[in-house]
């Protein structure tokens, strides 16, 4: 067999969405192969850190999402508050401009294709589904990827949904609703690609019926099957390699004083790329400061976008400038750092939930603490919940996560013996996974034995 030296890959998010990229980037190109990543800016300085070729989309994600939500109050869990995301997210996405920077990607990402003239293609299925018609004009293998459960079965609830919320009988039947009415909501940007892919919208090239969601072609599941076991009812295209992981290049020089400071075993709290109008800075802030002093432990605090810090706090009050002056003593905050060299050292790891920081967090065999914000986290933190190797509180916003709620999870997870064996346990099974692997090797199994339906070189 030989195997597809060539392979493009598309990719569209945050820092979470396209560092898992970069890792499998990483692995191909040690296997020898040429690789082109399409992605978004900014997290795009992560592929080039990693020597792997890129061309950045217009469309920066994180101006997106700043400019999305940054009149929002995202805690807001109200029926008024989430309609006006879904509305104000709706009016932004169906702009003018947004919609003609769409556009020139998607003939960008064509262009590129077609000048790299790859063996293979990787898309994922969320927002840049789309761009799967690449690979049907030119002819070549298709493998597309989610970060998430994203195909239907009756073993688990879409991946914005809790398990074990609803009985297991409902699932499929969700899967049906989002099967109906999902295409019908981003069709007319398929319709666009297959437009200047030069193809028929409603068919494939060989006449079949053409399928937005779900479809029939290759999907690899970048999730640890230690977490969340491949569904039996799936076809065999349909797969769970495991987690992507990017290990450090072991070239980040920590500060002397954040290396003493982890000494105390601190808990660490972020929240990633999420980010809202100017309250939630604050709001967080307050939030995760007074949670760890509560629960009497030191922290280390991850500024992400939102920009989480003490200097957020109001102290105008004395009660703010005493959780300013216990912050300055007991909690280091950074804007980043390496994973896999932080959250070793850490009792326990507070989060919303997202892909990425759920997985180091995993892998590093620590304790959990899910405070959801939206999209996958509550998925994200019910399963920590079933799993036993920590807490999942809620929505942030939401009566059940407060300072109170989020320091008994923080002084429960770290004191129970229970649940710190089986965060030990379940990162052991993780750490023995190699998710960029059998994505590899799904790739070769899939270009060269997948029937797609148009012909192949």
Same mark, same amino acid.
């Given at each position: 067999?030989?195997?597809?030296?060539?392979?493009?890959?598309?990719?569209?998010?945050?820092?979470?969405?396209?560092?898992?990229?970069?890792?499998?980037?990483?692995?191909?190109?040690?296997?020898?192969?040429?690789?082109?990543?399409?992605?978004?800016?900014?997290?795009?300085?992560?592929?080039?850190?990693?020597?792997?070729?890129?061309?950045?989309?217009?469309?920066?994600?994180?101006?997106?999402?700043?400019?999305?939500?940054?009149?929002?109050?995202?805690?807001?869990?109200?029926?008024?508050?989430?309609?006006?995301?879904?509305?104000?997210?709706?009016?932004?996405?169906?702009?003018?401009?947004?919609?003609?920077?769409?556009?020139?990607?998607?003939?960008?990402?064509?262009?590129?294709?077609?000048?790299?003239?790859?063996?293979?293609?990787?898309? $994922?299925?969320?927002?840049?589904?789309?761009? %799967?018609?690449?690979?049907?004009?030119? =002819?070549?293998? +298709?493998? !597309?990827?989610? #970060?998430?459960?994203?195909?239907?079965?009756?073993?688990?609830?879409?991946?914005?949904?809790?398990?074990?919320?609803?009985?297991?009988?409902?699932?499929?039947?969700?899967?049906?609703?989002?099967?109906?009415?999902?295409?019908?909501?981003?069709?007319?940007?398929?319709?666009?690609?297959?437009?200047?892919?030069?193809?028929?919208?409603?068919?494939?090239?060989?006449?079949?019926?053409?399928?937005?969601?779900?479809?029939?072609?290759?999907?690899?599941?970048?999730?640890?099957?230690?977490?969340?076991?491949?569904?039996?009812?799936?076809?065999?295209?349909?797969?769970?390699?495991?987690?992507?992981?990017?290990?450090?290049?072991?070239?980040?020089?920590?500060?002397?004083?954040?290396?003493?400071?982890?000494?105390?075993? $601190?808990?660490?709290?972020?929240?990633?790329? %999420?980010?809202?109008?100017?309250?939630? =800075?604050?709001? +967080?802030? !307050?939030?995760? #400061?007074?949670?760890?002093?509560?629960?009497?432990?030191?922290?280390?605090?991850?500024?992400?976008?939102?920009?989480?810090?003490?200097?957020?706090?109001?102290?105008?009050?004395?009660?703010?400038?005493?959780?300013?002056?216990?912050?300055?003593?007991?909690?280091?905050?950074?804007?980043?750092?390496?994973?896999?060299?932080?959250?070793?050292?850490?009792?326990?790891?507070?989060?919303?939930?997202?892909?990425?920081?759920?997985?180091?967090?995993?892998?590093?065999?620590?304790?959990?603490?899910?405070?959801?914000?939206?999209?996958?986290?509550?998925?994200?933190?019910?399963?920590?919940?079933?799993?036993?190797?920590?807490?999942?509180?809620?929505?942030?916003?939401?009566?059940?996560?407060?300072?109170?709620?989020?320091?008994?999870?923080?002084?429960?997870?770290?004191?129970?013996?229970?649940?710190?064996?089986?965060?030990?346990?379940?990162?052991?099974?993780?750490?023995?996974?190699?998710?960029?692997?059998?994505?590899?090797?799904?790739?070769?199994?899939?270009?060269?034995?997948?029937?797609?339906?148009?012909?192949?070189?």
């Amino acid at each position: 067999m030989t195997l597809p030296q060539r392979i493009m890959i598309i990719a569209w998010g945050s820092r979470g969405d396209i560092q898992p990229v970069a890792a499998l980037a990483t692995r191909l190109l040690a296997q020898g192969r040429d690789v082109l990543v399409f992605a978004t800016p900014p997290a795009t300085d992560v592929l080039s850190a990693n020597g792997i070729e890129c061309i950045e989309a217009e469309e920066n994600v994180e101006d997106v999402i700043g400019h999305l939500f940054s009149q929002l109050n995202l805690s807001d869990r109200s029926p008024a508050g989430q309609l006006k995301l879904a509305l104000t997210a709706k009016k932004f996405l169906d702009s003018p401009d947004y919609v003609a920077t769409q556009e020139s990607d998607m003939r960008r990402a064509l262009q590129a294709a077609r000048e790299f003239e790859p063996d293979v293609l990787l898309t $994922p299925n969320v927002i840049y589904g789309p761009f %799967m018609s690449i690979a049907e004009a030119l =002819r070549i293998p +298709l493998v !597309t990827f989610d #970060l998430q459960i994203n195909y239907p079965t009756s073993q688990y609830p879409l991946f914005t949904m809790q398990v074990d919320k609803f009985p297991k009988s409902l699932n499929r039947v969700v899967y049906a609703l989002k099967a109906f009415g999902y295409p019908r909501t981003i069709r007319s940007k398929f319709d666009k690609m297959r437009d200047i892919c030069g193809l028929p919208r409603r068919t494939y090239t060989d006449g079949s019926k053409f399928k937005i969601w779900p479809h029939d072609l290759p999907q690899a599941c970048a999730v640890s099957p230690s977490l969340c076991p491949r569904p039996s009812d799936w076809p065999p295209q349909k797969v769970m390699t495991g987690w992507w992981f990017l290990n450090s290049r072991n070239d980040y020089v920590p500060e002397p004083a954040f290396v003493e400071f982890m000494d105390r075993r $601190p808990v660490y709290v972020g929240f990633g790329s %999420m980010v809202g109008n100017p309250e939630f =800075r604050p709001m +967080l802030s !307050t939030l995760a #400061l007074t949670s760890l002093r509560e629960a009497g432990v030191p922290g280390v605090l991850l500024g992400g976008w939102a920009g989480l810090s003490r200097d957020a706090l109001d102290t105008s009050s004395p009660g703010g400038r005493q959780l300013y002056e216990w912050a300055t003593e007991n909690v280091y905050e950074i804007d980043s750092c390496p994973h896999d060299w932080l959250f070793p050292k850490c009792s326990a790891v507070v989060h919303h939930g997202g892909a990425g920081t759920l997985a180091a967090g995993i892998r590093a065999g620590r304790p959990t603490v899910v405070c959801a914000i939206q999209g996958d986290q509550p998925f994200h933190g019910s399963l920590v919940q079933a799993r036993g190797i920590g807490k999942y509180l809620g929505m942030v916003g939401s009566s059940n996560v407060t300072s109170q709620t989020v320091a008994q999870a923080i002084r429960e997870v770290t004191s129970n013996p229970t649940i710190s064996a089986a965060a030990m346990a379940m990162g052991e099974q993780v750490r023995s996974e190699d998710g960029t692997g059998e994505a590899a090797s799904f790739i070769d199994r899939m270009a060269a034995a997948f029937t797609y339906p148009w012909p192949t070189q």
